[in-house]
């Protein structure tokens, strides 16, 4: 496989060690930054996000505005490649399971300085205690 060194979104991919390229590539990093609890990463203890620190807690819909603010601070933090524009609760449990929906812009180079949006993204999102599981939504 060849790849193109110019392109600003270029990685491993964690599961299989394979190249990983554009928004695929942005996907993995949101999942490991939802993944990340604050202070496990040596050298780099302010990576991550508070998502890890509200798993597993009951919930009510009322309550998801704390997903909603980690959520959204870790993007905002660690990923400018994809800006929220909308965050949308689909589905709550008592038992902690959360769905929420995200859509914002995709910005391939913004971790270069450029902000050109190249298109808008759609991800589910879904919380339970084992973990917050990232998917992108298809757009019909």
């Known amino acids: 496989m060849s790849i193109n060194l ?3 979104s270029v990685g491993i991919n964690a599961a299989t060690g ?10 993995q990093s949101l999942r490991d930054i939802f993944d990340t609890r604050f202070g496990s990463r040596v050298m780099r203890e302010w990576y991550g996000s508070f998502v890890p620190n509200l798993l597993g807690r009951l919930i009510t819909p009322n309550e998801v505005t704390p997903y909603f603010v980690a959520i959204t601070s870790a993007i905002e933090q ?3 490649r994809f800006r929220v524009t909308r965050i949308e609760v689909i589905k709550v449990t008592r038992d902690g399971q959360l769905h929420v929906f995200l859509e914002g812009e995709y910005r391939p180079r913004a971790v270069h ?3 050109t949006v190249e298109g808008a993204r759609r991800l589910d999102a879904y919380a ?3 973990g917050l599981l990232i998917e992108e939504r298809m757009v019909p």
């Open 78 to 80: 660690w990923e400018p």
């Open 6 to 8: 110019r392109d600003p």
């Open 128 to 130: 339970n205690p084992d």
């Open 113 to 115: 300085g450029d902000f």
């Open 18 to 27: 394979s190249i990983v390229t554009g928004w695929e590539h942005v996907v």
